[in-house]
């Protein structure tokens, strides 16, 4: 099976509630559920696990992680979930969030770096022909982006919105954001919401957009993507990065970006379903047959 590094440097696990609304400037909103249980989490441990559970590649997670019980732990977690854990070490707590959801799945979110913030990656080879970089750009991501492009692999970027990533898009082959994200890194790029697809018509660009889908942009086409229906709503957190574990393992199956983008939405689809980013456990036949249900005019070859 094919290996594929998985690069972050964020949270390690959040704390998860849910609450009526959003609070404005000064105002104190109830917490509605939650029971501050520290759940598994990270952007790039999210998308590591989904891909193990998938089965389409075997991934190789770099990612910061502190002297605390709360890393040794993760560590373990990740490994009992089918992860090779390429992990740098540093003295005090690793990275913590707190998320604070609506219905709707709108969220707030607190985070704490911690490890992620200390942390100076060491030159390695990287494993496997392609690298995810995810979700935020400091300098323990950009120094193993940086070996990515001298390693020659291709790169995968999601969750990022800085200016700073306009030097390495073109050599980016998948850019996967949200539409928050892709409006800020927009206007931090100067050149117009929509844009960025134009100037580098070369990068496949996916947006997503929660309840409304996402849009595929490449070679200056634009294919809209509807929502998999999941079988009921529990939790929001983590959604995204199920996506970009079912997009990359259906492009490692050899598919299309198009077919991709259904897959990322079906795993999506079953990540809401379940409490916190790790602990659905959708398998390829799962997102097949969900897909047929809901698209019974496309060919799904599983």
């Not at 100076?120 to 979700?135: F, M, N, Q, S, Y």
């Not at 990359?248 to 259904?262: D, H, K, N, Q, R």
Request: with cysteine; aromatic share 10%; hydrophobic share 40%.
């Amino acid at each position: 099976m094919e290996q594929i590094t998985v690069v972050g440097a964020a949270a390690i696990g959040d704390y998860i509630f849910k609450v009526d609304h959003l609070p404005e400037k000064g105002e104190i909103v109830q917490i509605k559920d939650g029971d501050f249980t520290f759940v598994p989490g990270g952007c790039a441990p999210n998308i590591a696990v989904g891909m193990a559970s998938l089965g389409k590649a075997a991934p190789v997670l770099c990612y910061p992680i502190g002297k605390d019980s709360e890393g040794i732990e993760m560590e373990e977690h990740w490994k009992r979930k089918g992860i090779m854990c390429h992990l740098v070490y540093e003295e005090g707590q690793s990275g913590k969030s707190w998320m604070f959801m609506q219905e709707d799945g709108a969220t707030m979110c607190f985070a704490h770096a911690g490890a992620a913030d200390a942390a100076i990656p060491g030159e390695t080879r990287l494993g496997g022909e392609w690298c995810i970089v995810a979700p935020v750009f400091n300098r323990f991501t950009e120094g193993y982006l940086s070996m990515a492009v001298k390693q020659k692999k291709r790169i995968i970027m999601t969750g990022i919105s800085t200016a700073r990533i306009k030097s390495f898009l073109d050599q980016v082959e998948i850019l996967i954001i949200n539409q928050c994200e892709a409006k800020k890194l927009s206007h931090e790029m100067n050149c117009g919401e929509g844009r960025i697809a134009e100037i580098f018509p070369d990068l496949c660009i996916v947006i997503t957009d929660g309840g409304k889908g996402s849009k595929v942009f490449y070679h200056n086409e634009s294919m809209a993507i509807p929502i998999v229906k999941p079988d009921r709503i529990v939790d929001f957190t983590g959604a995204g990065d199920a996506y970009v574990s079912g997009f990359m393992s259906a492009v490692l199956s050899g598919y299309g970006y198009e077919t991709a983008a259904y897959y990322g939405a079906a795993n999506a689809s079953f990540a809401i379903e379940k409490w916190g980013g790790q602990e659905y456990e959708a398998d390829w036949k799962m997102l097949t047959e969900r897909l047929s249900e809901q698209f019974p005019e496309r060919v799904w070859t599983g």
